[in-house]
């Protein structure tokens, strides 16, 4: 059975050290380990165990036109199951991906609004969705 586990609040940057180095000393937090001028993360990014939303920044060229900037990224365990429940549910597909060790879909709400659904790649081939 398919359950979305974590939410994580994703920001699109020119500029992923300032940015996550902003957020970071506004919320008085560290950021996670592995930030680096692609991707940095606070509060441990696809972690079911954590309570809040994590945040995740990731660099961009440039804010694509009905992208945007800031957008829902939820960790399903299961992926891809969920992006066809959200699919059946309204969601227009938009585009999958697998970058940063992460592989996600990219869809867009019943009002357009970006979100995308995804999970930490699998490192075993045996694992679901390898």
Known sequence: MASLSSLSITFDCKDVETQSIFWAELLRADLDEGANEFVASIGGVHNAESPTPGMLFLK??????????????????????????????????????????????????????????????PTDESEPGA
């Open 60 to 121: 961009v060229a440039e804010r694509g036109e009905g992208k945007n900037p800031l957008h829902i990224d939820l960790d399903d365990p299961h992926y891809p199951a969920d992006v066809e429940l959200a699919v059946a549910l309204g969601a227009q597909k938009v585009a999958s991906f697998a970058e940063f060790g992460i592989e996600w879909t990219t869809l867009k709400d019943p009002e357009g609004n970006v979100f995308d659904i995804g999970r930490k790649a």
